[in-house]
């Protein structure tokens, strides 16, 4: 007796009953629903800012994943009651692949999505300013000097540490003065392989001993304190810095010289002129 075909007969009205049973036809279950359907909710997923509320990233994630089990479902169906399991077997294996891998994406897109949420309400851990670079027993300060390089020198362990090489264009002097009088307690040595101008120069004087590299310059000028919001009185300022750089060693004739520099301009003196002022120290 010769097997009978199955023959698919479309609801004549479609809807979210007719979908879930298998009625609609499947090409349209498959690539409408199904695939356009997912590529557009994940469009949705995307166009909505991060991180959403959890009571509703609770709400859209469950509406989600009850669109994808029936939009599954409902092409599976379709599948099942269009095609002749023998006739069209081929057909049939070929769409519920389909089916399957859209399942798989679904799933990892969820995943992803949970993930990232969970991600972005999670606390974000302060773990305190970056240590120094270290290597040697040489501390590395690079860069403009500020209370945010004052508190990267004040998390660097002290233990090993007995040097500090400045490489910095300068920055704000109160801050300088602060680092100048962290090294001084410690009792380290300061180095410039680089350059060392400006308000960086604070900090290089308090070291116990100081040493200029072959390609190091060490450069002075005056104050300018204009960006500070409350008014400063720049000679105070600057006689203060003197009377540091006297009890460092440093001839009152240099620091004349240094400060009398306008701050527009840099002195760059050469490696006589700061040993026999009593810059370097050995």
Known sequence: MARATRIFQPASHWGLGSYWQGEC????????VLIGGRLAVAELWHAL?????????????????????????????????????QAQGHVLLAGRVAVVAVAVVTVAHALDQAARQTTALAPIAYAGPQPLEVRNGVAYLTGDIGYDLLARFEATPATGVSAVDLDSAGGQVFAARALAQRVLARGLSTQVTKRCYSACTLIF???????????????????????YPLPIDVAKEEAIDRAFLRDRGVTASFSTRAFATPHRDIWRPDREVLAAAGVLRD
Do not use: C, N
């Open 49 to 85: 800012s991060s991180p959403l509320s959890t009571p509703l990233f609770a709400l859209l994630f469950l509406a989600d994943m009850t669109l994808a089990l029936w939009q599954l479902v409902g092409a599976w169906r379709s599948l099942s009651h269009w095609i002749d399991a």
């Open 205 to 227: 004087m308090a070291g116990a001993h100081r040493d200029l590299g072959p390609e190091g310059t060490l450069g002075f000028h005056g104050y300018s304190l204009k960006a």
């Open 25 to 32: 036809p499947p090409w349209i279950a498959l690539v409408v």
